[in-house]
């Protein structure tokens, strides 16, 4: 899908008026989430990663925080924007140990991570054991241990009230990964799209399962661009028979439209089975498509060309990854540095965004033009009717 970049704001600026207005007189209440609890992979991870393999190293993080913040970034993540959007703290990963606070919620995803588990190791495969069925065990054990302390009354400035749960945001940015595993153990486009339905299947017992324990409103986010990403096109060996007009992989991009239809399908069956839920799909993949295909006029340039990274088309080399070491004649030397001004660019290392990217990405879907039903972030927790069905 390919659109005018004025069009496209114009339309975002108008349609963002004309919900914000109506919510007033159609009686939507501003939701003043207390807490997000947000589930995913790379695209979302705040540190869990981090946490257990090791620190994301420099020059992640330079640009916002100025030093590793356990994201692969040079910044702030779409999960950053949001969190700050409703008025809330960054996220703390589950499994950070130093410094974390968890009064307003709490971030289940690590980077690599799948819906499904992977029949390899981290350091084979490079995705995360910390697969979704995982990040929900993680989520109950805290659910029921938070209370319980909080009951003691300890950590009760860390920690979440009971309530906060049920009027929590719960947030999914997941599945990319789930579409790349089939490619590495080499199969086809059409046996990747046949195991669709079974990591659906399984996205779907999680959600069913969070709103049995009080959750009640969830934003959705599809998958991105999987064809648009550097790392897919240099390790997949995309032909020039393959590339669509925009620079993109066809048949990559066309697996990720595939995944997104039946997710789709999947949140209106969920609204029919879960009559209490709120539940919003946000369509990221038209958004970073539109990005990527209308880059320079954005401001950005090439968007194939990562900002931190080793040699290549695409600055890119999967065995020499952003911040990567070598010591060379007895001295420590970093191999993939960063570019001179990373808000110039939109892939940060061939695999991720760059802080600029993601604001530019948040500002698209914060006021609901890409969602349906089409609700703007702060109202929804209200339910709305699907503009799609």
């Known amino acids: 899908m390919e659109l005018n970049v ?6 975002v600026v108008s349609t963002a008026l004309i919900l914000l207005s109506n919510s007033t007189t159609l009686g939507y209440k501003d939701c003043n989430f207390p807490a997000i609890f947000n589930f995913g992979d790379s695209n979302s991870d705040t540190g869990g990663l981090s946490a257990a393999f ?3 190293p420099p020059p992640n993080g330079a640009t916002f925080f100025h030093s590793p ?4 970034c040079d910044g702030r993540l779409l999960i950053d924007f949001i969190a700050e959007s409703v008025g809330l703290p960054y996220l703390s990963a589950f499994l950070d140990s130093i410094g974390a606070n968890f009064r307003h919620g709490c971030n289940f995803a ?3 991570s799948t819906i499904r588990r992977q029949n390899t190791t981290i350091w084979q495969s490079g995705y995360s054991p910390i697969s979704l069925d995982v990040q929900h065990l993680q989520f109950s054990d805290f659910l029921t241990r938070s209370q319980i302390f909080r009951r003691k009354g300890l950590f009760q400035k860390v920690l979440p009230e009971e309530d906060d749960f049920s009027r929590a945001l719960y947030t999914f940015d997941i599945g990319q990964n789930d579409l790349t595993a089939g490619y590495k153990l080499n199969l086809s486009t059409e046996e990747v799209k046949a195991y669709v339905p079974d990591v659906l299947g399984q996205l779907s017992d999680v959600i069913k399962l969070i709103y049995s324990q009080g959750g009640r409103t969830f934003w959705i986010h599809n998958t991105g661009t999987v064809g648009c990403l550097p790392y897919v096109m240099d390790r ?3 032909t020039a028979a393959q590339v669509d007009r925009n620079g993109c992989s066809a048949p990559y991009n066309d697996v990720s439209q595939h995944f997104n239809l039946r997710l789709k399908e999947l949140v209106l069956q969920l609204r029919d089975e879960l009559p209490a839920a709120a539940i919003t799909y946000v369509d990221v993949y038209t958004v970073k498509y539109s990005l990527i295909s209308q880059a320079k006029k954005l401001g950005f340039e090439n968007p194939f060309v990562a900002c931190c990274g080793h040699g290549g088309k695409y600055n890119y080399n999967r065995f020499i990854k952003c ?5 060379i004649n007895g001295t420590e030397t970093v191999l993939a540095v960063s570019c001179r001004n990373p808000s110039t660019r939109i892939s940060w290392d061939g695999t991720h965004f760059t802080e600029a990217a993601n604001g530019w990405i948040f500002d698209q879907v914060v006021s609901g033009v890409f969602s349906d039903p089409p609700v703007p972030l702060k109202f929804s927790c209200n339910k709305m009717s699907s ?3």
Do not use: E
């Open 236 to 238: 997949f060996l995309v």
């Open 110 to 112: 690590t980077a690599g």
């Open 54 to 56: 090791g620190q994301a």
């Open 69 to 72: 913040s356990g994201r692969y």
């Open 387 to 389: 503009s799609h069905k």
């Open 6 to 11: 004025f069009t496209l704001q114009s339309l």
């Open 323 to 327: 911040g990567s070491k070598k010591v």
